[in-house]
């Protein structure tokens, strides 16, 4: 039971929107990925540029697929590609593309600024100097008009083969392509530096594993500190077809009024998909008003932000912090099995086990194994990952206020009481897309990391929001200045991440505090897009934007 | 007392900004409302942030030992709050007055709030006892800022008195503090009993409808009856009234350790409390004791000192 009527149903008109903001294509049988940033020097011949490529860009026409989670495909459904394309622009880049001033002048501030100059809000001048030792190719950012800013982002997705591990041969010909356009006709530049990978894209790959019987490689949902990666994104009004939409609403959309048990969470009479206007321009929001957007309505319509951001893994900063706290984390807790310590321990940094079962769901490693025991299903088990509330456990004993996912979607944590709305969080939802990365140059040096992608119709009040608030910031967690203890930025070095216990009467439940968090996630570039509508790109590949 | 509650004095002072220097003061200064900006524009905050901390500067206030929060502020014009709806019967009557419903001031004015500590509950003592500290903390800065507003001459206003004076002519009742340090209501405050108030005003009505009995019975006895019960229960009503105003005037009691010099301690101990557990998780017990004992002797918990630096949220 929906309480949207049929003739109230948001129908988005999927040909007229970019395939990334409403797919993670990640997820979808493209593990491979890369993104190529292109400066425009000359507006007429980045034009051209797009209009060679506007063809090949995707769309969120939904394909046929053999995914068992994909939502199902129309019968006219086209062949799945074996490579997306998808365009995404800077403030500059609208401008050098000559998109009118006064089209520009309606765009939300935090765009026109662009991340690095939002790098104080966002934290990401931590550790100090942390801007300095950003990728090569955003050093231009600094300030508008760079001969060398980043102006589009051009994004690639493509199938892998699984004898190799490598993408298919179709994703370097798309390359190609790009690289000899630009060469051919001048006018757009593709920029370089990106760390210790390849010079001119930035690379991205799921996460692969061997299958010792094939040799076979299998993509992998783990990020690179092990842990399950994107389980859980929020579900808006349009984004599935109705059958799916009541089975993904659950626990990704928002509920209305109180819920008290698993059985009610489970209902999906209980829960709606969140409102479109969140995570697309042109549509009513969660305030039931339209996002503000540039005109022409038709220039915004159908399009949304997107901030890329190249987040660094510390892998062995986080390995040595685990392997050094284990010992007394497990005293402390009174969990005596070291594997066990060692899991529960991984498990209050996230708020998940590292398969991704949530902490409200197993409270403790031997409700962990049970649950896998019992769930053993990957279908029924998914479902259940992301169908939970704190309402049980108000204190954080079991998932501490100040995990990582606690406090980057609190659920009805916010709440005047346990249990009720998600009103406040329901405006600060983010769409994730993206893939790891991992590279290692010729001398031996290797990076590792994710490059998120977000996408959401405010990037202030959305992603912002979050990044500042929830994860550099610990005030809705009951945390004070803690920062998330994985993401989290450390301005200063006595930030604590502290795991409260069930207290006993008897005197026992002592909480364990965590001191002396490195940073273990670090930026390493990125930056604010607009994504166009479909229509959008053909206004701007054609030259005509009427704003009045 | 309003501008006094609960052990804190809430002090509001608008002092008129000068319009131009005197006559052979100009010497290519700015106009004294520039010259305020600029001073208040670049006075330090208290270290909130880990950037102002690194900035090593703080504001002079936190060298006072009772200001919990002060801040300066112009108040150049007030807000404009549109016109009056027109009214189209009075409009048609012509009996509609001309209004902008707007209030101008004749100057700009110099806000400065503060909220300090207020232990003897008398506005005369601890406003006076709390200008003089902030004189010799800071003088140089008050001047800078003050110098700036009318009749603050620097010939005139050389002490600590000359300043208290200037302040306490400036200065307007607080009607509305605010205060957040009692975490639970004070017990024994002053209570009205109904049983008090209905013998009260009973008694008060009485001997008004007394009154006005007598003054209304040369007309007849019946017709005095009617402005005798108006009598009552005005006041009755009066009674009543004046014993809750009497009541709410009077300021809540102080809390707790609510000074400024014991919060700072209570942050002290938080904060190393907090310390002291990380260190010693863990431990067994006789280390534990051990290391508590160190603990006490370090901290000193009965005593003022050491603690939380005034003006800084990381220490």
Not at chain 2, 102 to 110: A, D, F, G, N, V
Request: proline share 7%.
């Amino acid at each position: 039971m929906s309480i949207v009527g049929e003739n109230e149903r948001i129908a988005l008109r999927l040909a007229d929107i970019q395939g990334n903001i409403l797919n993670a294509y990640g997820k979808q049988g493209f593990p491979k990925g890369r993104a190529i940033f292109l400066h425009v020097d000359d507006g007429k011949k980045g034009r051209a540029f797009l209009e060679e490529f506007y063809d090949r860009v995707t769309t969120a026409v939904r394909w046929k697929s053999d995914n068992p989670y994909a939502p199902k495909a129309e019968t006219s459904a086209p062949e799945r590609p074996p490579v997306t394309l998808n365009f995404a622009f800077t403030f500059d880049g609208l401008a050098a593309l000559g998109v009118p001033i006064k089209t520009l002048s309606m765009m939300p501030a935090e765009f026109l600024q662009g991340m690095r100059a939002r790098a104080p809000i966002l934290g990401d001048i931590s550790p100090k100097g942390a801007l300095d030792s950003w990728d090569e190719v955003w050093k231009d950012q600094t300030e508008a008009g760079g001969k060398n800013a980043v102006h589009i982002m051009a994004l690639l997705n493509s199938k892998m083969n699984p004898v190799t591990g490598n993408p298919v041969p179709e994703l370097d010909e798309l390359t190609e392509d790009i690289r000899s356009v630009c060469n051919a006709k001048g006018g757009v530049r593709i920029l370089q530096g990106h760390g210790v990978g390849a010079a001119d894209y930035q690379d991205m790959s799921a996460r692969l594993m061997q299958d010792p019987q094939t040799g076979h490689f299998k993509p992998v949902p783990l990020e690179h500190f092990g842990y399950v990666d994107g389980i859980s994104d929020p579900v808006f009004e349009g984004q599935f077809p109705p059958e799916d939409e009541a089975v993904r609403k659950v626990g990704n959309g928002k509920f209305k009024g109180h819920l008290k048990d698993q059985e009610e969470i489970e209902d999906e009479a209980n829960w709606e998909p969140l409102a479109t206007g969140e995570f697309l321009l042109g549509y009513p929001d969660e305030a039931k008003e339209m996002p503000p957007a540039a005109r022409p309505n038709l220039f915004s319509t159908n399009g949304t932000f997107m901030a890329y951001r190249k987040l660094q893994e510390n892998v062995d900063d986080f390995d040595d912090y685990i392997d050094k706290t284990v010992p007394e984390f497990a005293k402390v807790y009174g969990i005596e099995d070291e594997t066990a310590a060692r899991a529960t321990l991984l498990a209050k940094f996230s708020g998940r086990w590292q398969d991704g079962v949530p902490l409200a769901l197993a409270k403790n490693y031997e409700e962990w194994v049970a649950f896998n025991a019992k769930y053993k299903d990957d279908v029924t088990k998914r479902k259940k990952l992301s169908r939970f509330i704190y309402a049980d456990d108000e204190h954080g004993a079991a998932c501490p206020a100040s995990s990582h996912t606690r406090r980057v979607h609190p659920r009805d944590m916010l709440g005047p009481t346990p249990g009720s709305g998600t009103i406040l969080v329901n405006r600060r939802r983010i769409l994730r897309r993206g893939l790891p990365y991992d590279a290692t140059n010729d001398t031996g040096d290797r990076e590792r990391g994710i490059v998120m992608l977000i996408c959401c119709a405010s990037l202030e009040r959305q992603f912002e929001f979050v990044q500042q608030q929830w994860i550099n910031y610990g005030m809705d967690s009951n945390a004070g200045n803690d920062t998330c203890p994985m993401l989290g930025s450390r301005p200063t070095d006595d930030l604590k991440f502290v795991i409260p216990h069930a207290t006993q009467a008897d005197g026992e439940g002592a909480p364990y505090i965590c001191s002396k968090l490195p940073q273990f996630v670090e930026t390493k570039g990125g930056a604010y897009f607009f994504v166009p509508s479909m229509t959008s790109l053909r206004m701007m590949t054609i030259g005509v934007i009427d704003p009045t | 007392m309003p501008s006094i509650d609960s052990g804190y004095y809430f002090l509001t002072v608008l002092a008129p900004v000068r319009s131009a220097w005197a006559n052979g003061e100009e010497n290519g200064r700015a106009a004294p409302i520039i010259e305020l900006r600029k001073t208040l524009a670049q006075m330090p905050t208290a270290m909130q942030t880990p950037h102002s901390h690194s900035s090593g500067q703080i504001s002079a206030f936190s060298k006072s030992t009772r200001t919990h929060f002060a801040r300066f502020a112009v108040i150049d014009r007030l807000g404009y709050n549109g016109y009056e709806a027109a009214d189209p019967v009075l409009d048609t009557a012509k009996l509609a007055k001309p209004s902008l419903a707007r209030t101008e001031l004749s100057s700009p004015y110099l806000l400065f709030a503060a909220e300090f500590d207020a232990p003897g509950g008398s506005r005369n003592y601890d406003l006076a006892v709390y200008l003089r500290e902030l004189w010799d903390v800071m003088e140089e800065d008050l001047v800078e800022i003050f110098s700036n507003c009318v009749a603050f001459d620097r010939e005139k206003i050389s002490t600590a008195a000359d300043f208290i004076e200037y302040i306490k002519q400036c200065e307007i009742e607080t009607t509305m503090p605010f205060n957040f340090y009692w975490a639970e209501p004070p017990r024994d405050l002053p209570t009205l009993t109904i049983k008090g108030l209905v013998a009260g005003g009973v008694f008060t009505g009485a001997i008004m409808a007394m009154v006005f009995y007598a003054l209304f019975s040369r007309f007849g006895a019946y017709l005095a009856i009617v402005p005798a019960l108006i009598a009552f229960l005005g006041g009755a009503i009066g009674f009543v009234a004046m014993r809750f105003k009497k009541y709410g005037d009077r300021p809540f009691p102080a809390p707790p350790d609510g000074d400024l010099m014991s919060v700072l301690k209570g942050l002290h101990v938080q904060n190393t409390f907090g310390q002291f557990v990380i260190e010693e998780q863990g431990a067994d017990a006789a280390e534990l004791h051990e290391a508590f004992g160190r603990y006490l002797d370090e901290n000193q918990l009965t005593k003022t000192k050491p603690h939380h630096p005034a003006g800084q949220v990381y220490r």
